[in-house]
């Protein structure tokens, strides 16, 4: 399963970014896939869930109420739409295949491919 991340880009506090992950190469309509971030210094956390067969979703505290993760199957396609972006959300962004919905207790089951940079910055 290849895994490309896309999307970020320098935004200002208070902005929006809509990022995509492209899943190919493997089974998409009945997965579990998340969005994580890696901050400078900083461990891989996950702050997004989504089931590909359900659309189901769960949200890590820090970004609840601002991003939206979602998915198109016919695209094979899972997007974070993030909203009211803080300077703390810069990261470099990345997907990936989940073991469960919850965001303390996933695991990542994939290699991870190449990030997306954003950064929220005046």
């Known amino acids: 399963v290849q895994l490309q991340a896309s999307g970020g880009g320098l935004v200002q506090p208070g902005g929006s970014l809509r990022l995509s992950c492209r899943v190919s190469g493997g089974i998409f309509r009945d997965i579990l896939m998340g969005w994580y971030r890696q901050a400078p210094g900083k461990q891989r956390d996950l702050v997004a869930s989504?089931?590909?067969?359900?659309?189901?979703?769960n949200y890590a505290d820090s970004v609840k109420g601002r991003f939206t993760i979602s998915r198109d199957n016919a695209k094979n396609t899972v997007y974070l739409q993030m909203n009211t972006l803080k300077p703390e959300d810069t990261a470099v962004y990345y997907c990936?295949?989940?073991?469960?919905?919850?965001?303390?207790?996933?695991?990542?089951?994939?290699?991870w491919g190449q990030g997306t940079q954003v950064t929220v910055s005046s």
């Open positions: 990936n295949r989940i073991s469960t919905m919850a965001i303390v207790a996933a695991r990542p089951l994939g290699s």
């Open positions: 989504i089931s590909t067969l359900l659309g189901n979703t």
